[in-house]
């Protein structure tokens, strides 16, 4: 794997659009100490301080059509999971529909996953990963205190990045060629026995519409299903959810 490493870049997942239009093989990683302008889910920003966390795009080209994507984000998610729990003992991460992984309820790892689509296929996803890793809880700014967490402070000590980059990679790899040859099945399995949003009463904000009720579970497709209060059950693909 082609892997670009930066002191310093606008932002990851930015050049990641660059170099898959450039036609960049699958498997392709671009890493960077610190984001001047790292890019979170729906145009928000996403606080990339200097040497303290793991700012990441991977490349992944599988043959898959449109309405597959979000499983992709459902299999980082859980690799992500399964490499912490395989590196650390003081503490159980949790995922968030669909792709954010809280440590005893607050935000450690933000997934953002962007299509790259020709025709009606997909030409490459750009898997982008933000984690919190050795931030101490002043390292972060005030709007950020009550709700984000580092690996660090929840593992009680420094973590290594470089690890905990391989270990993610290493289980990402896995799921992903685990996908292409079984399917969705066991994965989905996976991202539901580590979920903290099944189960619960949630508001999930779309940008047509706010949704209450009960998260009863994802589709097959990663699609997340949430049954109403008057019985109906509605699907629900992008959205901002509140526990
Ligand atoms: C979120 O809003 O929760 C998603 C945050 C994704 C942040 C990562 S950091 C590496 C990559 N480059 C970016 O600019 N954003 C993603």
Redesign the pocket.
């Known amino acids: 794997h082609t892997i670009h490493y930066f002191e310093e870049i606008d ?4 050049l990641a659009h660059q170099l898959a239009r450039d036609g960049a093989k699958d498997g392709t990683i671009i890493i960077a100490e610190e ?1 001047t ?6 145009q ?1 920003t ?1 606080y ?1 301080a200097k040497g303290k966390g793991i ?3 991977v490349i992944v080209r599988p043959d898959l059509l449109p309405h597959q994507a979000p499983q992709l984000t459902l299999i980082a998610a859980v690799s992500i999971v399964m490499a912490m729990k395989s590196l650390y003992t003081n503490f159980t991460p949790e995922i968030k529909w669909p ?2 992984i809280l440590i005893n309820g607050k935000k450690c790892v ?3 996953t962007e299509m790259l689509a020709e025709m009606d296929r997909v030409d490459g996803l750009l898997i ?3 984690i919190n890793a050795n931030h101490e809880q002043t390292d972060f700014p005030d709007e950020l205190q009550e709700i984000a967490t580092s690996v660090a402070i929840e593992e009680k000590q420094k973590v290594d990045r470089a690890q905990l980059v391989a270990e993610i990679l290493s289980y990402l790899e896995r799921y992903t060629d685990e996908y292409i040859e079984n399917g969705f099945k066991s994965i989905k399995q996976l991202w539901v026995e580590h979920s903290c949003t099944i189960g619960k009463r949630i508001r999930a904000s779309t940008i047509r519409e706010v949704i209450e009720g009960q998260a009863i579970g994802i589709t097959d497709e990663g699609v997340l299903e949430i049954l109403l209060d008057n019985g109906q059950i509605k699907k629900v693909y992008s959205a901002d959810i509140e526990i």
């Open positions: 932002s990851t997942q930015r984001q302008g790292g890019k979170g889910r729906m928000r996403w990339s700012w990441m795009t792709n954010d933000g997934i953002l982008g990963i933000g």
